[in-house]
């Protein structure tokens, strides 16, 4: 007899996951028990968020969904807030959690791990379903795929109560194919029309063109355009003439986009985080520009002259062979933003420039390396300039809806998606105390994983909100943890540095097979 937990790893591997993410728990061992074909591999985390940002960094690296194995109640929950960060950067994850015993829902009997309404309080989230029974299964697989790999990407849920989780289960039939919708040609005639007639084009690239260099890249040359990166979309174009890798919360990102005669937003929700971080409403005024958004709900939510729902890869390969190519300056006009908008960063906050010089280091010491950020100094101010030389290979949580302790979990996800590539884990000490559990995986599966640990010995970035604020600075000292003695417990080779880039880039440069914990120290 082959039951619903077996047919579920089948229809899992059927549909490209090749790694799972999960703790085992009592309500959960029927789906365990299809694990043991060797179809998937499971790694193992510390705490279920730990799970779910792996399948975070696990999607963003590999362009598949993560996949996250929780146990009912509990462990659902505790995966919610990296839930919450994956829709947030429109993130592809797969959460399958168990839920009790079909006759039990919604009765409040006390139960292990019970919720009054578990499903209810995930629809909130995202979309969620139910397996009911052994024939439900596959429709279910094939509706979360759907969603994943249609619109825009986030997480989905399925639970399935523990009763199911054993019952036979007949052979999945083959996964139902998903097509993307081709764009409109009408509107990208159109679009092409306005940037034909256009001189002084402006790119602002989000997310949605991550995974999609080569036709960014083909593009902008062809509209000869500066390329503004969000956070999500760093990496691509790397040392470019048209890249301008920074924020559109800069002045000089913002003068440039103000002198634009059309901009063309693609794949960018225009959050705040990303075009407003200092909250002065000062962006140029952007409602006779062109929008490209695989979402619907994000179209409506700015004015637009030409709004297209498209795939940004589609949209921009299917518009490429309506341009006419001409000179409109953008090299010029991409140089005097990098310079303008790298030197914004010292007057917003005096030691930003020697913090990004820090990450410089590392891209120098480990080139092509994936860099995963948590919210530290250093992040914060390579969020707001930075050219990182590996497409898809900086990305952290430190925008959007910014969960501390995102970094040591999603850099686990990243390094087993792209083995053998050094993978960096940019973390503050007090990010490191929210998910430190999450280094002994790496070790676990000896993974090429360097922590870096920016030790300033508090929330300091708090408190200088909190200073400028002119309120008193309460609770921003949480003692940090003494990290050789901790590198030392986790089994990490273990090296402290100060704020140097030599030192660190000397540091970096130090063999080390599998992980390690380099301490940055702070004064």
């Known amino acids: 007899m082959t039951t619903v937990g077996e047919r579920l790893i089948e229809g899992l591997a059927a549909r490209g996951v090749d790694v799972v993410f999960g703790i085992p728990g009592v309500h959960t061992i029927e789906l365990y028990r299809g694990l043991a074909s060797g179809l998937v591999r499971h790694v193992t985390p ?17 362009g598949k969904p993560g996949v996250a194995l929780v146990i009912t109640g509990p462990g659902l929950t505790n995966a919610l807030t990296a839930m919450a960060q994956a829709r947030a950067d429109s993130i592809p994850m797969l959460v399958i959690s168990g839920v009790n015993q079909r006759a039990s ?19 909130a989230l995202c979309p969620t379903e139910t397996v009911m029974d052994a024939a439900g299964l596959a429709g279910a697989l094939d509706r979360a795929f759907a969603a ?9 849920h399925i639970e399935i109560p523990t009763d199911v989780m054993g019952l036979p289960c007949d052979a999945l039939p083959a996964p139902k194919a998903t097509l993307a919708p081709e764009p409109d040609s009408a509107a990208l005639l159109q679009a092409a029309a306005l940037l034909n007639g256009a001189e002084r084009v402006v790119i602002l690239a989000g997310g949605g063109t991550r995974g999609q260099d080569a036709a960014l890249q083909a593009l902008a040359e062809a509209l000869d355009a500066p390329v503004v990166q969000t956070v999500n979309a760093r990496g691509a174009m790397h040392a470019h003439r048209l890249t301008v890798p920074a924020s559109p919360s800069l002045d000089g990102v913002r003068s440039m986009i103000a002198a634009a005669d059309q901009v063309l937003a693609i794949g960018t929700e225009f959050g705040q985080t990303d075009y407003d971080m200092y ?15 695989i979402c619907a709900d994000q179209l409506a939510r700015q004015p637009a002259a030409l709004a297209i729902k498209a795939d940004a890869g589609a949209a921009m390969t299917a518009l490429l062979p309506h341009l006419i190519p001409k000179p409109r300056d953008g090299a010029a006009r991409a140089l005097a933003a990098r310079i303008t ?15 990004l010089t820090m990450v410089e280091a590392i891209r120098s010491a480990l080139p092509r390396a994936i860099i995963v950020g948590d919210s530290t100094q250093p992040v914060y101010a390579a969020n707001l300039y930075y050219d990182h030389d590996r497409p898809g290979g900086w990305f952290n949580a430190a925008t959007g809806y910014g969960a501390l302790g995102y970094g040591p979990g999603a850099a686990v996800g990243a390094s087993i998606a792209a083995p053998g590539v050094p993978v ?22 000896n993974l090429p994983i360097t922590f870096i640990v920016w030790n300033n010995a508090g929330y300091l970035e708090i408190a200088e ?25 986790c089994d990490l080779p273990f090296a402290s540095v100060a704020q140097d880039p030599a030192a ?4 970096l440069q130090t063999p080390c097979d599998g992980p390690r914990l380099i301490e940055v120290q702070v004064r």
């Open 46 to 62: 510390r705490h279920e968020q730990g799970a779910a940002f792996m399948a975070d960094g696990y999607a963003r690296v590999s």
């Open 105 to 123: 829902l919604g009765k409040g009997l006390g139960l292990l791990h019970e919720l009054p309404d578990q499903a209810a309080m995930v629809r």
């Open 148 to 156: 994943l790999a249609t619109g825009r990407p986030g997480p989905v």
């Open 279 to 293: 909250v002065n409403d000062s962006l140029p005024d952007l409602h006779a520009m062109i929008r490209i958004d």
């Open 341 to 355: 908008a790298r030197a914004d960063l010292a007057p917003l906050y005096a030691p930003m420039p020697a913090q």
């Open 424 to 445: 960096v884990c940019l973390i503050g000490d007090g990010g490191l105390q929210f998910s430190s559990g999450e280094l002994r995986t790496a070790v676990d599966e």
């Open 465 to 489: 909100a909190m200073r400028a604020a002119q309120t008193p600075i309460i609770g921003c000292t949480p003692s940090p943890l003494k990290l050789e003695p901790f590198a030392a417990a």
């Open 504 to 507: 660190l880039a000397h540091a």
